[in-house]
């Protein structure tokens, strides 16, 4: 991250503040036609399970946030994952979790937190998908043998512990469960569909009294931040179905992520377009100091003559002090670099500010190659080297020192 990420305010933020963002390269390497581990996890395995995990969260937040885009997954993939997911849902009351989970045998030895994880948090992120595609892609639902009774099920799974982790993290893991159900819009459904869930209805009630109460009370390893125990309440109280609420942290992510991504591909290009673009305006003014750096070089005498050894010798830094400008040549790299539409404005201004120290060292590299072969230059027994380039005023970035050697 290049950018400090801003709290957004919950309690204010409408739909039209928030614009749809989807990645140009959503949420790392990923595809909708690699298919994921098989399910359940049958080893306790922490990276298969992170993987899945994963890859759960990634299509879920697709499917939720990149809505209506180019990004959004088509209905044949929606379809495909969902019908992986109903197949591979456990159907055995004897295990230990009880059917309706996408978790792993009852003899698996684990610690019970490791459990609590391999049970429940893909079971959240499934259910949540289940949910939507209901919701929002009836017509792909409709494709999909099993799909109510697989989303009854799993809807009774993952409540069983009110949506509790386990230990000192046991209240954070609650709050993170609450977003992933909120991707799913779940809590909304079952308030719509409270004469169906009743029970559930009650859970519900349960785990907002727990968040006022227990979780508001916590101290030390256990406590939780004000700001994400008033988002869940919202989440929970039915504020889950607003796309303005749950996704702009995922828009705010991806946003941030590609403008990083944007001002680091500046960052190759742009050093040297400033470089030939500047070079003209600092060779004027070297022309008129290299005579002194010409003595300099000649005053040296080595205390040994070595038949056809060169002498070694470095001059002292002389500094031109110029009044030079590299907007013009970032914001042409900007233009180029093909920044995403819904990326907020780039500047050469936030540019710098980002990554200012790198881009000039690049910069004063390829200025010493420009005079490495620039012919005015090229015949003298010594080279001209740009040592550093940094602005005299920190608030008005227009006037540059040069410090400039000859090295021989």
Request: hydrophobic letters at 40%; aromatic letters at 10%; charged letters at 25%.
């Amino acid at each position: 991250m290049i950018f400090i990420t801003e709290e957004l305010d919950f309690e204010n933020l409408s739909s039209d503040q928030v614009h749809h963002l989807v990645p140009k390269r959503p949420l790392g390497e990923f595809s909708w036609d690699t298919p994921i581990r098989p399910l359940p996890l049958m080893d306790y395995d922490l990276t298969s399970y992170q993987a899945a995990v994963k890859g759960f969260h990634q299509r879920l937040t697709l499917l939720r946030c990149a809505r209506n885009t180019r990004h959004s997954p088509t209905d044949a993939q929606i379809e495909a994952f969902t019908r992986y997911l109903v197949e591979n849902q456990r159907d055995n009351p004897k295990l230990h979790f009880g059917h309706g989970s996408w978790a792993i045998p009852e003899d698996t030895a684990m610690p019970s937190d490791a459990a609590v994880d391999f049970a429940f948090v893909p079971s959240y992120l499934a259910v949540a998908w289940l949910v939507l595609v209901t919701e929002r892609y009836p017509h792909v639902a409709g494709n999909v043998t099993g799909m109510a009774k697989s989303l009854r099920r799993g809807l009774r799974f993952i409540f069983i512990k009110d949506l509790k982790g386990s230990g000192y993290d046991s209240n954070r893991e609650l709050l993170k469960a609450v977003e992933y159900l909120s991707l799913g819009g779940v809590f909304s459904f079952i308030a719509d569909h409270r004469n169906e869930y009743p029970r559930l209805v009650e859970k519900v009630r349960a785990i907002e009294t727990n968040v006022m109460g227990t979780l508001a009370s916590a101290k030390d390893y256990s406590a939780t931040d004000t700001y994400s125990r008033q988002k869940a309440l919202q989440l929970i109280r039915g504020s889950d179905k607003d796309d303005s609420l749950v996704c702009p942290p995922v828009w705010h992510q991806w946003q941030l992520s590609q403008s990083a991504w944007a001002y680091n591909r500046v960052l190759e290009i742009a050093p040297s377009i400033a470089a030939r673009t500047i070079f003209p305006l600092v060779k004027e003014k070297t022309v008129e100091v290299v005579q002194r750096l010409r003595e300099a070089f000649h005053a040296v005498k080595p205390k040994h003559a070595v038949f056809g050894q060169r002498r070694q010798v470095t001059s002292d830094p002389i500094e031109l002090k110029l009044d030079v400008s590299f907007d013009s040549s970032i914001e042409s790299v900007i233009g180029q670099v093909g920044i995403v539409p819904w990326v907020n404005h780039l500047s050469s201004q936030g540019f710098m500010k980002a990554l200012g120290q790198t881009f000039l060292s690049r910069f004063s590299v390829e200025l010493s190659d420009l005079y490495a072969n620039d012919p005015d230059f090229s015949e003298e027994e010594f080279a001209l080297v740009i040592q550093n380039v940094r602005p005299v005023n920190a608030i008005n970035s227009l006037r540059y020192r040069f410090a400039l050697v000859g090295k021989g």
